[in-house]
C-alpha cells in the first residue's frame, strides 16, 4: 500500500513555493519539505505559484494522502505568504481552515512546528513573514466530515502528529497497527489505546509518553486481544466518548458501517442510574451523542452515567480479552468530548496515567 502525507505537509510546501519565488523570482516545479516526524526530506510538487505584490506570493499545492480513503484527495492547498519587517512567523487560517470552539484557527501542534521550521530556514535575521492558509474547499468537505463533533467549525482541520498518511482504511493496516502493539509490548507493561489523531494530540497534550501511545483506528476490539497475547498488564484508552461509548455495549469494532447503538447505549446508562423517563425519551432521540450529552449536562446526570459508561467500558474490555486470549488485563479509561477537554476518566485510568506520563 502506498501511504502519502498529511495535509499540513502540502501547506507548509505551498508556503515554501511562495517564499522562494518571491525571493527568487524562478519557476518552481517541486520543494523539498522536512517532515521532522517522521525524520525524512521529501519532494512535494507544486502546481502553481505567483508573485502578487513585490512583498507577497501565493503558491498551490494538491493533497495526495497515497492509498488511503481520505475524502481530501486532490484538494487545492493554497498559501499566501507576505514578507514583512521584524522577526517571527504569523500563521492565519484563512478560507476553510476550520475554526476552534475558542476561535482560533485549526492549526494543531504538528502544522505549526512543520511550518515554523521549515520557513525560519528561508527568512534572514531582519525578516518576518505572514502566512495565510487556503482551502478552496474545506467548508463543504468539512460538511462529510466528524470536524464539528470536536468543535471544529467552518472547514478542515490541519492535524496530525505526522507527516505520513498511512492507509487506515486498508485492511492490511490492522497486520501494521499489530506488529507496532508487538513492538512496543517488548518495551513497556502498560499503553495507551487512541482511536485517531484527536486522542493522540491531546493525550501528548496531557503529557503522556507518544512511545506508548497506539493509534487503533476502528479496530479495538482486535488489538486488545493482540495486547493480552502480547502480555501487556494494563491498557489505558483514550478517546472521545460518542466513539468509546461503543464497548460499554460490547461493540469492538467501532466503525459505523458495523455496528451503532450509541444512543442506545447512554440511553440504558442514563436509567440505570436513575434518569426519568420523559427525560431517558428525549436523550434516546438525540440526533447524536454530543447532543445526549448535552442534555444530561442540563439535569446535571452527566457525570453519573458517563461513571457508568466507563466503569462498563473497562469491565467489558478486560472480559472481551480475557475471552479471546485467557489473559487478564487491566484496562483504564478515560473519555473526552467535543471540545478535548476530558470528560471522565476513572479510578483505574488516574492510577495509569501517573505510569505512562513523561517525567
Not at 16 to 28: D, N
Not at 116 to 127: A, F, I, K, M, Y
Not at 157 to 184: C, M, N, V, W, Y
Not at 295 to 320: H, N, P, Q, W
Request: glycine share 8%; aromatic share 6%.
Amino acid at each position: 500500500m502506498k501511504s502519502g502525507y498529511t495535509l499540513p505537509v502540502f501547506a507548509c510546501a505551498s508556503a515554501i513555493a511562495a517564499v522562494q519565488h518571491l525571493k527568487h523570482q524562478s519557476a518552481i516545479s517541486e520543494v523539498e519539505v522536512d517532515l521532522i516526524n517522521p525524520v525524512a526530506q521529501v519532494k512535494i510538487p507544486i502546481e502553481q505559484v505567483a508573485k502578487l505584490t513585490p512583498h507577497s506570493a501565493l503558491a498551490i499545492t494538491r493533497s495526495d494522502p497515497g492509498d488511503n480513503l481520505d475524502l481530501t484527495r486532490n484538494t487545492p492547498i493554497w498559501a499566501m505568504v507576505e514578507l514583512t519587517q521584524g522577526q517571527g512567523i504569523e500563521i492565519i487560517g484563512g478560507e476553510g481552515i476550520g475554526q476552534k470552539a475558542d476561535q482560533q484557527a485549526a492549526i494543531y501542534a504538528y502544522a505549526q512546528q512543520l511550518i515554523q521550521t521549515n520557513l525560519e530556514r528561508l527568512l534572514e535575521p531582519h525578516e518576518a513573514l505572514r502566512i495565510t492558509l487556503i482551502l478552496p474547499e474545506g467548508r463543504q468537505l468539512a460538511k462529510r466530515t466528524s470536524n464539528e463533533a470536536f468543535g471544529v467549525v467552518e472547514g478542515l482541520s490541519l492535524l496530525g502528529t505526522s507527516g505520513i498518511a498511512h492507509p487506515l482504511s486498508a485492511p492490511d493496516q490492522l497486520e501494521l497497527f499489530r506488529a507496532e502493539l508487538q513492538e512496543k509490548a517488548r518495551r513497556f507493561d502498560t499503553l495507551v489505546f487512541c482511536i485517531g489523531e484527536n486522542g493522540l494530540d491531546l493525550a501528548a497534550k496531557m503529557g503522556i509518553e507518544r512511545d506508548r501511545t497506539l493509534k487503533t483506528a476502528n479496530w479495538i476490539g482486535s488489538l486488545l486481544v493482540e495486547a493480552g497475547m502480547q502480555r501487556v498488564k494494563s491498557i489505558l484508552l483514550f478517546g472521545y466518548h460518542g466513539k468509546l461509548i461503543k464497548l460499554a455495549g460490547g461493540i469492538f469494532h467501532t466503525h459505523h458501517h458495523v455496528a451503532d447503538a450509541r444512543q442506545e447505549i447512554l440511553t440504558a446508562h442514563a436509567a440505570k442510574v436513575g434518569v426519568s423517563t420523559s427525560d431517558l425519551q428525549s436523550i434516546f432521540t438525540s440526533s447524536t451523542a454530543e447532543d445526549g450529552l448535552t442534555y444530561l449536562r442540563t439535569l446535571g446526570k452527566e457525570i453519573a452515567v458517563y461513571d457508568s459508561i466507563a466503569a462498563a467500558i473497562e469491565t467489558r474490555a478486560e472480559e472481551y480479552i480475557y475471552t479471546h486470549s485467557e489473559a487478564s488485563v487491566e484496562i483504564g479509561v478515560i473519555l473526552f468530548d467535543r471540545s478535548r477537554q476530558v470528560l471522565r476518566q476513572s479510578r483505574k485510568a488516574e492510577k495509569l496515567l501517573e505510569s505512562v506520563r513523561e517525567l
